[in-house]
């Protein structure tokens, strides 16, 4: 064998270990892009919420991540209180959202609600309600933020959904009595606004009744000295005319 040159059947055994060693290669790759996502996962489960969101960001930037990491990871960050990152990590999952669309959209609009933007809230559980007319969780949570807003009218219209898809829900005892609450205080409301439309009218009525009344009495006493001053001047021209012929 001359040197620097390797025989041909030594080359012919060699090549199923290099295909074997790139197999394993690309196997090691796949593991680790797998390890990400299931030590994440893991890491989420066990509400290690710190760990998990370092794993589950390197596991979504992987070629394929399944939309359902980066609800993970935005859940994740909401469990640290990182609002706007729990956000972006959502509206990443819903461009290539298919299965849980309006999962996303209900987190964001979650999102948003606990930091008190409430109508931007509203936004989001309006969409995630178009794309499942069904989802009662969120017919709940619109009702909430609709409660924020003073939308007493649209929040009972929610609640009422939401008891109407989830009948046996474990708020829905706590919930009814709200509900008759805000029916009680939008009677007593309409009652109240009643009491003073009619208070308001009286007091037209009345304001009417006496600015006609003083306009009618300076018509009188203007006509009564226009009289008076009209028989004082045939008087005086009269008292005129005797005082000339003598």
């Not at 394929?64 to 509206?91: C, S, T």
């Not at 999962?103 to 606990?114: D, G, P």
């Not at 969120?138 to 109407?164: F, W």
Request: charged letters at 25%.
């Amino acid at each position: 064998m001359r040197s620097g040159h390797m025989p041909r059947r030594y080359l012919v055994r060699m090549l199923p270990i290099l295909c074997f060693v790139s197999a394993g290669m690309f196997c090691l790759q796949v593991v680790e892009a797998t390890e990400f996502s299931e030590r994440g996962i893991k890491l989420f489960m066990e509400n290690k919420a710190q760990e998990a969101v370092a794993v589950l960001e390197m596991a979504s930037k992987e070629p394929g991540a399944d939309e359902k990491l980066f609800l993970y990871l935005g859940i994740a960050y909401q469990q640290l209180g990182k609002w706007d990152e729990a956000v972006a990590a959502f509206r990443k999952g819903l461009v290539k959202a298919s299965t849980y669309k309006h999962q996303f959209l209900f987190n964001i609009a979650n999102s948003f609600y606990a930091q008190g933007r409430n109508a931007f809230a509203l936004e989001y559980y309006d969409q995630a309600l178009i794309e499942r007319s069904d989802y009662a969780q969120a017919y709940l949570n619109r009702a909430n933020a609709k409660m924020r807003l003073s939308d007493h009218g649209g929040a009972v219209a929610d609640y009422s959904l939401y008891l109407s898809l989830d009948p046996g829900a474990s708020q829905a005892a706590e919930i009814r009595r709200l509900m008759d609450l805000l029916g009680t205080k939008a009677t007593e409301a309409d009652r109240l606004k009643a009491e003073a439309e009619a208070r308001k009218l009286a007091e037209t009525q009345a304001k009417q009744a006496l600015l006609d009344e003083v306009t009618r009495s300076l018509l009188e006493a203007a006509e009564s000295t226009t009289n008076l001053s009209a028989g004082s001047g045939d008087v005086q021209g009269y008292d005129s005319d005797l005082s000339l012929d003598d």
